[in-house]
């Protein structure tokens, strides 16, 4: 009970056939008002499978009264035949539930470069869309049919003060990056708020939170988070305590999407300090959070300073201006460099815990920034060289 | 016999004990004139082992008589006490040799944050030199020295058409990155040339050579890459010839690293054709040559062209202006994506042999870039979690 706890929405999910498992592939959300916001946040990859194109321009106007997800199937890199599959499964949903085909998103998962099966997943639509008419919605089949290599759902809800209620459901494990992770996420919300505070306030809780997620370093072709608003509640939420709430549920998915991360042992958490810039900062946690040597270092609990130090050392001085000589890194708690140099010996760090804390402070100046990442496994290489996506 | 076999040039290498496991790991290489020519290129990283910033200074004069090159430690975030034990090694050898300290170049690998062992280096030091004071040199002693996970030496060599020639060594496996590698190179040359144009010869030749190797994207504290000339030949070589010579033999080395990365399968030769610029194509190529799921993919012998449009994908339109609709895809000769979408199957294509070339037209200019990398394998894995360096 999490997207549809939110007054307003329902939600099915259901196996139309486009995964060859027979697992569950195919969900709605369909908001029934009396309001119908929405707003996105997208991929910044220029490579936009098709239903990026279509979930655009179909948000553009702030308004969208379902989305359809489905998985087993990216319909990225498909050309103009993939554009149509998109437009032609909007339509369909859209006379089903009787609204435009404009206020449709669409959202896939799955391999890039293949077509989708049409004939099953259009058939799953109107089957999902019947157990919707029959009031067997489920946002818990919701949020396990848009699972790929996820081992779990993920699923979170926030209340504000005021009463309204934020929910979301995400999928999303490895090919992480900046800027969006390869997730599709369904935040939903029964406040009363106009479209221009829902983006404002969607794309302010994405860049603490969706964007500091980065375990590939490689953007995908297909994320998506979407914000859909009911106004079920009455309840109209001031936009600082909305924003606030959209966050927290973002936050919660975002680290759920870390804990499961594909193959990954521990969950790490690199924060820098005193940076010159909140941007400085992140630069500089990026490239330890992208560092091969780094996670892999992490993968055999060795707190490695070290390749940490010669991580940061990449980072252009324009970029994170800093003294290498005033660097220092703390694992766990313990720092293990000061002064660009070994401190305490790497022995006394545990490194058993699933969350590694990384911390680097760089003295240059008053602000922090931090990234999400996970260590570099067996597991990681097994399920990447396996899984063809 | 390749950095002797340039006239005018003699090493030396042995197990100095700076190693615990009692492997060979220090080197010499002296230069006997008449001509003390040196160039030199550094890693671009911000931390800077000592010995990078030593010779850095030593060589800024265009002149030396001997390089001193140990493993077992790569004497980097040691702080003055680590500077000062580089000069120490630079004054020993030279007090040897008769030369001054400036005339010395010094290159160290190994663990970062460590300080070396004195006594047994400069002993070491000193039993090299004797080595080469009684005749008893060995250039293949010298390569074998310089190793670390290296698992086997290399070295090269090619002869001018005007009868100079170029020799080289070179140590380095995994830890690549643009810029230059962790390795460190030797070059040796019996031309008569200047140190300008050994400089520029150098620089040429590295841009095209050993910054195309790029495996783990993260750069080194330690790289360094040497050129010594004695002018033994007495043949006054050409800027052009003697540039193309030092490039073929950088190349041959270069390949050789490539060879024997860390835990590869694969040598991955990402060429990028049709860019608007070299700086483009090249920016496209790092980027896929980076991306941990297009190397986990061919660890899997999966030409998983979804994956490496996605990450031409996340190149900056800035950067690398293209149209997605224009790429086409290539690998080991069967073109299985084109006008960004399917073309021939991926089971077409033979990921058999050892290098897999993967080619990407982005049909928006003339320009060609490449990088070499290798796949991301379960004994990268193993090799980066259980090897602390």
């Given amino acids: 009970m999490t997207i549809t706890r939110p007054r307003g929405f329902r939600a099915a999910g259901l196996a139309a056939g486009i995964k060859s498992t027979g697992a569950a592939d195919l969900a709605l959300v369909v908001?029934?008002?009396?309001?119908?916001?929405?707003?996105?946040?997208?991929?910044?990859?220029?490579?936009?499978?098709?239903?990026?194109?279509?979930s655009r321009e179909a948000v553009a106007d702030g308004r969208a009264r379902a989305v359809v997800l489905n998985s087993g199937g990216a319909n990225a890199c498909t050309g103009p035949e993939g554009f149509a599959d998109t437009h032609r499964?909007?339509?369909?949903?859209a006379s089903l539930l009787d609204v435009s085909a404009q206020d449709v998103l669409v959202c896939s998962t799955g391999l890039i470069g293949e077509r989708l099966p049409m004939e099953p997943l259009l058939a799953g639509v109107a089957a999902a869309s019947e157990q919707l008419a029959a009031g067997a919605d489920s946002d818990a089949a919701a949020s396990r049919a848009i699972m790929t290599t996820d081992s779990v759902p993920?699923?979170?809800?926030?209340?504000?003060?005021?009463?309204?209620?934020?929910?979301?459901?995400?999928?999303?494990?490895?090919?992480?990056?900046?800027?969006?992770?390869?997730?599709?996420?369904?935040l939903t919300t029964?406040?009363?708020?106009?479209?221009?505070?829902?983006?404002?306030?969607?794309?302010?809780?994405?860049?603490?939170?969706?964007?500091?997620?980065?375990?590939?370093?490689?953007?995908?072709?297909?994320?998506?988070?979407?914000?859909l608003a009911s106004g079920a509640s009455g309840v109209m939420v001031a936009a600082d305590e909305l924003t606030e709430a959209i966050r927290a549920v973002s936050a919660d998915l975002a680290r759920q999407l870390v804990a499961d991360a594909e193959g990954a042992s521990h969950d790490v958490h690199v924060v820098v300090r005193s940076a010159t810039s909140e941007q400085s900062a992140l630069a500089v946690a990026r490239e330890i959070a992208r560092s091969n040597l780094v996670k892999a270092a992490i993968f055999g609990n060795d707190p490695n300073w070290g390749r940490i130090?010669?991580?940061?050392?990449?980072?252009?001085?324009?970029?994170?201006?800093?003294?290498?000589?005033?660097?220092?890194?703390?694992?766990?708690?313990?720092?293990?460099?000061?002064g660009g140099g070994a401190h305490r010996d790497r022995s006394e760090v545990d490194m058993t815990p699933r969350e590694t804390l990384i911390e680097v402070d760089l003295g240059a100046g008053e602000a922090t920034g931090d990234i999400w990442t996970n260590d570099l496994t067996h597991d990681y290489v097994e399920e990447n060289s396996a899984y063809s996506s």
Avoid: Y
């Fill in 89 to 93: 499964t909007a339509e369909h949903l």
């Fill in 31 to 54: 908001n029934d008002g009396p309001r119908d916001v929405a707003a996105a946040v997208f991929t910044s990859n220029r490579v936009q499978a098709a239903p990026v194109l279509w």
């Fill in 154 to 186: 993920k699923t979170a809800e926030v209340t504000t003060a005021s009463g309204a209620i934020v929910g979301g459901m995400a999928k999303g494990a490895g090919m992480l990056a900046p800027q969006l992770a390869t997730m599709l996420v369904v």
């Fill in 309 to 338: 130090v010669s991580a940061a050392g990449c980072v252009p001085e324009a970029v994170a201006p800093f003294d290498v000589a005033d660097l220092s890194v703390t694992v766990n708690g313990i720092e293990v460099c000061r």
């Fill in 190 to 227: 029964d406040a009363d708020v106009d479209a221009t505070i829902a983006q404002e306030a969607l794309k302010a809780a994405t860049s603490t939170t969706f964007d500091r997620v980065d375990s590939d370093a490689c953007m995908s072709t297909n994320d998506t988070v979407i914000l």
